[in-house]
């Protein structure tokens, strides 16, 4: 679980710090800074998983790798002209019963494009939420030091500078690492979703192995496939929870053209099938939603970019409940981002009754720069004239038109 996180240097994330609860709501405007931090929490697991910090900040974290460090009050041309350009990101997670707190720092050149390890951190917690004994990695000097179980006092270096980090090494694993091995397990296991319903989720896909639909979505069919076959009541179960959203669907059935060898998602609707080709936007959507909710290998921590888009808004409060039992009922942490008075109004009645569980955030512009700041569940949430501008820009005609514009499919 992601309990805390400090962003230094990314994108629009100059320097902020956000305590997270295990179901949390980013609601503003367009452009204010929200994807952004789901790229930063995306791109925290990666850096402590990937291979290389050149594949921890490609594809799917939007932009090129220059185009991750916050831009100078000059724009992209002085940060292209500077010598070097720093991000860091710093987190404290629970891991079962433990707390870790891990941070790593990343120096770009942007005459070369070189990428490198400019600071790692890792310690254990203790009770008071800070660092308890020698840390599992720190930086001293120009070296990384890297202990182990057996010998605290004597640790493995390696040199600071380098294109990978620590944690994403696998040498570093075992019952002598032990620390690295368990936070590395925990990014691995996060998912954050950009979900594609007009070209991913409906291109053609072979039977493969695997255990998510992608970050995109891209992978449904082959997920579907699998779990039909691995996990049937899971499938069911995906079918049963699309039908209470959507209660036109009939049947969901994933075909194998044993011709071609590809996959293809059949929806029943008033007796017809229709292929994943040609459903709504919509339905698609809360498909992959059902599927997330549904999957037995899923991540500790799951986020969303405005899962409301392509949604009619009477359909809405199913997908809020949806994603709150996620979170509460699952032991799951999930982290949405939305343009929606009315789900965050759905969550807001649910947060009264849950404080320390579910959270809202608001965000938005200062400047170039990201500013998140927690939202009061107290009181309601349109008595404050403030908090409704918050979810429009100023270019927009307002709440609702914003709300209908985003809610366009399916009745």
Partial sequence: MLKKLTVKGFKSLAD????FPRFAVLFGPNAAGKSNLLDAILALSRL??????ADALSDPIRGRQIEAFSFPPEGLAALLASSQARLELSADLGVGKDSYRYRVAVRIEPASGKLTVADEYLAQLGGTGEPKGRPQIETVGKELRIRRKSKPAHPRTEPLGLNHTVLSDNRFGGVEYRSL???????TAWRIYYLDPRVAMRAERSPSEVRDIGVLGENIAPFLYQLRAEEPKHFDAVLRTLRAIVPSVEALTVDLDRRRGTLDILIRQAGVDYSSRIVSEGTLRVLALCAIAVNPWGGSLVGFEEPENGVHPRRLELIAQLLL????????????????????????????????????????RAGAQTVIKPFDVSGPLFKDEEIAAALTAGTEDGLFESMLMRGLLDE
Avoid: W, Y
């Avoid at 999930?334 to 849950?354: G, N, W």
């Fill in 16 to 19: 902020l710090s956000i305590d």
């Fill in 48 to 53: 402590g998983t990937e291979r290389t910090l």
């Fill in 181 to 187: 091995e368990r936070v590395r397990q925990e990014l």
């Fill in 325 to 364: 039992s996620l979170a509460l009922e699952q032991n799951r942490q999930v982290i949405v981002t939305t343009h929606s008075p009315l789900f965050c109004d759905m969550v807001l009645k649910r947060a009264r009754s849950k404080p320390a569980d579910i959270g809202l955030f608001n965000v938005h």
